[in-house]
């Protein structure tokens, strides 16, 4: 008995602390609302004067469109090694690949074949267009081995006639010549010939080339970057070079298909960033259209029967409101220096639904203070029940993306940085220009006018919304209402059966969770930003039917080596090269055998055979004769570009490299990616490393399974602290963390059925859910608790608490997730890479929050749910959709967890 007491002693100071703050957030709102109907025109003044000072943020606008600075920690191995290559190096050349496919039964290394290769080869050389001011050509774009040089020439199988007409045409066998001539004759280092032949090349018995469907050759850019508005980091120069010759490309391959019966296909860098560019950009019309569906939603939902107590133009107050927090959050951020990203332009129909479900809160208890008699009081009154609702959804929200901010992908970080600031800014316009906006419309009502027509007056009569028996309530709802408050409690609670079909439906959706989360794969390819149709996506299907999908270039880095003392590291990495299972095969190219090896042959006295070396006292100056341009072999000007003379002069290197090329394998998925980065980097570890540009984003592979863990641990603990305080239960509040589990797994889970993978863009839908799924469950637990059930056996209390809590808030929990799928409904006609995800990752978010927390919870709170607050009433039959004598009430649709009070349970009787 004693334990008893000190329990509920125990109980009661908790339910008392949380009853205080409860308390004290209402009299803050009550103060507020004081003001807000004080002062309407002030208050809107003062709203939009807030958003002119945020939008100067504009002028400081920067957006980052590198999808690398979006995608990879800065901190990152990778990144540091990426500083290290363009401080010596600069960036990578630009590979740009013209692709030649011919028909079924034409043989490309036919000399007529060979020769409409050569005409593509000198029409690309000829094409010209104007950038900022100066002509631009090949030989202005082409890469060089130094500024002096000429181009680096192309490769490809004209290399057999220096990619000159003149040579061609004289062979009166071409593909005799291409199987006499050794391919290492022609270019010494690189990749072998059946780089650029085709994989479908046929070859006789004795090896030699037959025939073959598809050939390239390519062409290597100069990479400059710098700032391009709407662009990015980029060599405006070749950029647009690549775009102008790949889309003239594509308008000539019907007459070249009728003419040669082949057809040329480029591509470049180029090109495929301009189609990811635009593909955003068309979407951009989804956002407008996703505000265009709420507004009709919104003015829909707040409705009524009749015109004088409609407020269907509060749904245009509250999409302008939400634009105006949306734009004053990003005009802040702009301010402070946070730059705009791909991602970020989704974030303007997450806080659509989140900010609607604010005003539906406002209006629903504005509906049920309908026996308040000034419009004045009773806009204050539905402000102080509302505020608390309204603040418990904000706060979670903000905390889980407070929480996402902490990690280290730098798309997320700032994604959460942006939702941050305009969840708040969405939570003050509701409290503040929406609110002013509705007082001057219940004045509006007060004075009988019409809702849209506000200059129309009308009658009570014509005015209000006439029940069956002849009463009329202002605040009557709809079926929706009847649906959710009345059918699904008693169809899902109202029997065994119905309790343990949601039970086992539960289990299948956990179950094929948890079996779907073991075959989520990570992986990022910048080529699905490319929308399905884009005349780049042929080129990209020539490349992966004939050239064994993408190769990726790669180096291995030497810096702080002797390097006359230490030529066996150089030649050491080669050795590890050709071995190792993630590099093409034959595609290694290290200067430091090509330089020994002509040593051997050109300067026999420097060549010290019993150490297997070049003379250390020789080597420079030898170097410098082989890497001259005027006397040096073809194989050494290659190498030029592989090594990095001191600085002050002398005969020093501080950098080199040798080049090799990653297995496409490496990019079929995140796994095989990290696991080739790893080897690589363990074979490589000691005063060198391996590089590729990819490694930028497979770095990110490796946080991403960590940083999703730690950022849902730190969401979901920090939301199970704040709901534990607002509804004082702990039982409860761990209740609602694993339903909110639930859906973060069947997310995880399912992401494999819907064609989702795991990477940046993913990843932050994840870390979303936890502060938009919190939303369906917290208010149905609280809901719980404020009633009392003294009629039957225990478990039956339970249950017609956890129908009241369904008939209370159900509604307005299906009506929140309603609003946000409409929001980003538009998402699913996206053609771009990230909206797609976002909308199929939200169409999880919504479905499984509803379902954990609107069905699964009430029915697990009908066995374990605790016991309901001390001061709780009485539940009555009216309230209650499990009891004989319940009369479709009308249903209260508050967001809130602390219900309005009990006398606003009767607003349904006939209004006086």
Same mark, same amino acid.
């Given at each position: 008995?004693?334990?008893?007491?000190?329990?509920?002693?125990?109980?009661? *100071?908790?339910?008392?602390?949380?009853?205080?703050?409860?308390?004290?957030?209402?009299?803050?709102?009550?103060?507020?609302?004081?003001?807000?109907?004080?002062?309407?025109?002030?208050? +809107?003044?003062?709203?939009?004067?807030?958003?002119?000072?945020?939008?100067?943020?504009?002028?400081?606008?920067?957006?980052?469109?590198?999808?690398?600075?979006?995608?990879?920690?800065?901190?990152?191995?990778?990144?540091?090694?990426?500083?290290?290559?363009?401080?010596?190096?600069?960036?990578?050349?630009?590979?740009?690949?013209?692709?030649?496919?011919?028909?079924?039964?034409?043989?490309?290394?036919?000399?007529?074949?060979?020769?409409?290769?050569?005409?593509?080869?000198?029409?690309?050389?000829?094409?010209?267009?104007?950038?900022?001011?100066?002509?631009?050509?090949?030989?202005?774009?082409?890469?060089?081995?130094?500024?002096? =040089? %000429?181009?680096?020439?192309?490769?490809?199988?004209?290399?057999?006639?220096?990619?000159?007409?003149?040579?061609?045409?004289?062979?009166?066998?071409?593909?005799?010549?291409?199987?006499?001539?050794?391919? *290492?004759?022609?270019?010494?280092?690189?990749?072998?010939?059946?780089?650029?032949?085709?994989?479908?090349?046929?070859?006789?018995?004795?090896?030699?080339?037959?025939?073959? &469907?598809?050939?390239?050759?390519?062409?290597?850019?100069?990479?400059?970057?710098?700032?391009?508005?709407?662009?990015?980091?980029?060599?405006?120069?070749? &950029?647009?070079?690549?775009?102008?010759?790949?889309?003239?490309?594509? =308008?000539?391959?019907?007459?070249?298909?009728?003419?040669?019966?082949?057809?040329?296909?480029?591509?470049?860098?180029?090109?495929?960033?301009?189609?990811?560019?635009?593909?955003?950009? %068309?979407?951009?019309?989804?956002?407008?259209?996703?505000?265009?569906?709420?507004?009709?939603?919104?003015?829909?939902?707040?409705?009524?029967?009749?015109?004088?107590?409609?407020?269907? +133009?509060?749904?245009?107050?509250?999409?302008?409101?939400?634009?105006?927090?949306?734009?004053?959050?990003?005009?802040?951020?702009?301010? $402070?220096?946070?730059?705009?990203?791909?991602?970020?332009?989704?974030?303007?129909?997450?806080?659509?639904?989140?900010?609607? %479900?604010?005003?539906?809160?406002?209006?629903?208890?504005?509906? =049920?203070?309908?026996? $308040?008699?000034?419009?004045?009081?009773?806009?204050?009154?539905?402000?102080?029940?509302?505020?608390?609702?309204?603040?418990?959804?904000?706060?979670?929200?903000?905390?889980?993306?407070?929480?996402?901010?902490?990690?280290?992908?730098?798309?997320?970080?700032?994604?959460?940085?942006?939702?941050?600031?305009?969840?708040?800014?969405?939570?003050?316009?509701?409290?503040?220009?929406?609110?002013?906006?509705?007082?001057? %419309?219940?004045?509006?009502?007060? *004075?009988?006018?019409?809702?849209?027509?506000?200059?129309?007056?009308?009658?009570?009569?014509?005015?209000?919304?006439?029940?069956?028996?002849?009463?009329?309530?202002?605040?009557?709802?709809?079926?929706?209402? &009847?649906?959710?408050?009345?059918?699904?409690?008693?169809?899902?609670?109202?029997?065994?059966?119905?309790?343990?079909?949601? +039970?086992?439906?539960?289990?299948?959706?956990?179950?094929?969770?948890?079996?779907?989360?073991?075959?989520?794969?990570?992986?990022?390819?910048?080529?699905?930003?490319?929308?399905?149709?884009?005349?780049?996506?042929?080129?990209?299907?020539?490349?992966?039917?004939?050239?064994?999908?993408?190769?990726?270039?790669?180096?291995?880095?030497?810096?702080?080596?002797?390097?006359?003392?230490?030529?066996?590291?150089?030649?050491?990495?080669?050795? @590890?090269?050709?071995?190792?299972?993630?590099?093409?095969?034959?595609?290694?190219?290290?200067?430091?055998?090509?330089?020994?090896?002509? @040593?051997?042959?050109?300067?026999?006295?420097?060549?010290?055979?019993?150490?297997?070396?070049?003379?250390?006292?020789?080597?420079?100056?030898?170097?410098?004769?082989?890497?001259?341009?005027?006397? /040096?072999?073809?194989?050494?000007?290659?190498?030029?570009?592989?090594?990095?003379?001191?600085?002050?002069?002398?005969?020093?290197?501080?950098?080199? &490299?040798?080049?090799?090329?990653?297995?496409?394998?490496?990019?079929?998925?995140?796994?095989?990616?990290?696991?080739?980065?790893?080897?690589?980097?363990?074979?490589?570890?000691?005063?060198?490393?391996?590089?590729?540009?990819?490694?930028?984003?497979?770095?990110?592979?490796?946080?991403?399974?960590?940083?999703?863990?730690?950022?849902?641990?730190?969401?979901?603990?920090?939301?199970?602290?704040?709901?534990?305080?607002? +509804?004082?239960?702990?039982?409860?509040?761990?209740?609602?963390?694993?339903?909110?589990?639930?859906?973060?797994?069947?997310?995880?889970?399912?992401?494999?059925?819907?064609?989702?993978?795991?990477?940046?863009?993913?990843?932050?839908?994840?870390?979303?859910?936890?502060?938009?799924?919190?939303?369906?469950?917290?208010?149905?637990?609280?809901?719980?608790?404020?009633?009392?059930?003294?009629? /039957?056996?225990?478990?039956?209390?339970?249950?017609?608490?956890?129908?009241?809590?369904?008939?209370?808030?159900?509604?307005?929990?299906?009506?929140?997730?309603?609003?946000?799928?409409?929001?980003?409904?538009?998402?699913?006609?996206?053609?771009?890479?990230?909206?797609?995800?976002?909308? *199929?990752?939200?169409?999880? $978010?919504?479905?499984?929050?509803?379902?954990?927390?609107?069905?699964?919870?009430?029915?697990?709170?009908?066995?374990?749910?605790?016991?309901?607050?001390?001061?709780?009433?009485?539940?009555?039959?009216?309230?209650?959709?499990?009891?004989?004598?319940?009369?479709?009430?009308?249903?209260?649709?508050?967001?809130?967890?602390?219900?309005?009070?009990?006398?606003?349970?009767?607003?349904?009787?006939?209004?006086?």
């Amino acid at each position: 008995m004693t334990s008893e007491k000190k329990d509920n002693s125990i109980k009661a *100071r908790i339910e008392h602390l949380s009853a205080a703050l409860h308390n004290g957030t209402e009299r803050f709102f009550e103060k507020l609302g004081g003001l807000v109907v004080n002062y309407p025109g002030a208050t +809107i003044g003062l709203c939009l004067l807030f958003v002119v000072i945020m939008a100067q943020g504009v002028w400081l606008y920067e957006e980052e469109l590198a999808a690398d600075k979006q995608f990879t920690p800065r901190d990152s191995q990778a990144v540091n090694e990426e500083t290290w290559v363009v401080d010596r190096f600069g960036h990578e050349n630009r590979p740009v690949y013209l692709q030649v496919e011919a028909d079924d039964g034409t043989n490309m290394l036919t000399k007529a074949s060979l020769l409409y290769m050569q005409e593509m080869h000198e029409w690309l050389l000829s094409q010209s267009l104007i950038v900022d001011g100066e002509d631009v050509t090949y030989n202005v774009v082409c890469a060089r081995y130094t500024k002096d =040089d %000429d181009c680096k020439s192309p490769v490809s199988v004209l290399s057999y006639w220096q990619h000159n007409r003149t040579l061609l045409e004289a062979d009166p066998n071409p593909l005799s010549t291409i199987n006499s001539v050794d391919w *290492r004759d022609i270019e010494p280092s690189g990749p072998p010939l059946s780089y650029y032949v085709g994989s479908d090349a046929v070859r006789d018995a004795s090896g030699a080339l037959v025939s073959t &469907r598809a050939t390239r050759i390519i062409y290597n850019l100069k990479n400059e970057k710098e700032d391009i508005s709407g662009v990015g980091n980029d060599d405006p120069q070749s &950029r647009y070079f690549e775009i102008l010759v790949a889309e003239k490309s594509a =308008d000539r391959r019907s007459a070249d298909r009728q003419a040669h019966s082949a057809e040329t296909y480029i591509l470049t860098e180029g090109e495929e960033a301009e189609a990811g560019i635009e593909a955003g950009q %068309d979407d951009i019309a989804s956002l407008f259209i996703g505000y265009f569906l709420m507004l009709f939603y919104a003015s829909f939902v707040l409705s009524r029967g009749r015109v004088k107590y409609s407020h269907s +133009i509060l749904g245009l107050v509250s999409v302008v409101s939400i634009g105006l927090s949306t734009f004053s959050a990003y005009g802040l951020c702009w301010y $402070i220096g946070i730059k705009f990203n791909t991602v970020v332009q989704v974030l303007v129909l997450v806080l659509l639904g989140v900010g609607i %479900d604010d005003t539906f809160v406002i209006m629903d208890s504005w509906w =049920d203070c309908s026996e $308040i008699p000034t419009m004045k009081e009773r806009m204050i009154a539905a402000l102080k029940h509302a505020g608390p609702a309204v603040t418990i959804t904000s706060v979670t929200d903000l905390i889980a993306f407070l929480a996402g901010s902490s990690t280290e992908l730098p798309a997320l970080r700032d994604f959460c940085y942006y939702a941050t600031f305009g969840i708040l800014f969405v939570f003050f316009f509701q409290c503040t220009f929406v609110v002013a906006f509705a007082y001057l %419309d219940s004045v509006r009502q007060e *004075r009988g006018r019409s809702d849209i027509l506000c200059c129309v007056p009308v009658d009570d009569e014509t005015g209000v919304c006439v029940k069956k028996d002849g009463s009329w309530t202002e605040g009557e709802k709809g079926i929706q209402n &009847r649906i959710v408050g009345t059918h699904m409690p008693r169809l899902v609670l109202g029997t065994l059966v119905g309790k343990v079909v949601v +039970i086992l439906i539960s289990c299948l959706l956990f179950g094929l969770g948890i079996y779907g989360c073991t075959k989520v794969k990570m992986n990022f390819n910048q080529e699905w930003f490319i929308p399905d149709g884009d005349a780049i996506e042929d080129a990209m299907d020539v490349r992966d039917t004939y050239f064994n999908g993408q190769s990726l270039p790669a180096n291995v880095y030497f810096s702080d080596i002797n390097y006359p003392q230490e030529q066996d590291t150089v030649l050491n990495a080669g050795s @590890v090269l050709r071995k190792n299972i993630w590099v093409t095969q034959n595609s290694t190219s290290s200067w430091m055998e090509d330089f020994q090896q002509w @040593v051997k042959k050109e300067h026999v006295a420097d060549w010290d055979q019993s150490a297997g070396r070049i003379v250390p006292s020789q080597f420079y100056r030898l170097l410098r004769v082989f890497a001259s341009t005027a006397t /040096g072999p073809r194989s050494a000007w290659q190498h030029i570009d592989n090594i990095r003379w001191s600085s002050n002069g002398s005969d020093s290197l501080v950098a080199s &490299r040798v080049g090799f090329l990653i297995v496409g394998d490496a990019l079929a998925n995140g796994e095989n990616a990290v696991d080739c980065m790893d080897n690589l980097r363990a074979e490589l570890s000691g005063s060198e490393f391996p590089w590729a540009f990819m490694f930028l984003f497979w770095e990110s592979y490796k946080l991403m399974v960590p940083e999703i863990t730690q950022n849902v641990a730190i969401a979901g603990s920090c939301v199970f602290v704040l709901v534990t305080i607002m +509804i004082a239960n702990v039982q409860l509040g761990l209740l609602v963390t694993l339903a909110i589990g639930c859906v973060d797994v069947c997310m995880l889970g399912f992401m494999p059925f819907i064609g989702v993978e795991l990477n940046g863009v993913s990843v932050i839908c994840i870390v979303l859910a936890v502060g938009l799924s919190v939303d369906y469950s917290v208010h149905i637990a609280g809901a719980f608790l404020h009633v009392k059930c003294e009629d /039957g056996d225990e478990h039956s209390g339970r249950t017609q608490r956890a129908a009241f809590a369904l008939w209370k808030m159900g509604p307005a929990v299906v009506n929140g997730g309603t609003s946000t799928f409409i929001a980003v409904m538009p998402l699913a006609f996206a053609v771009s890479y990230v909206f797609s995800v976002f909308f *199929r990752m939200f169409a999880l $978010i919504i479905f499984f929050g509803q379902w954990f927390g609107v069905f699964l919870l009430p029915v697990v709170l009908s066995f374990v749910g605790p016991d309901a607050y001390l001061t709780a009433p009485e539940l009555k039959p009216r309230e209650n959709p499990l009891h004989p004598e319940h009369d479709d009430p009308v249903a209260t649709t508050t967001k809130g967890t602390t219900p309005v009070d009990v006398e606003m349970a009767e607003v349904s009787e006939a209004h006086p």
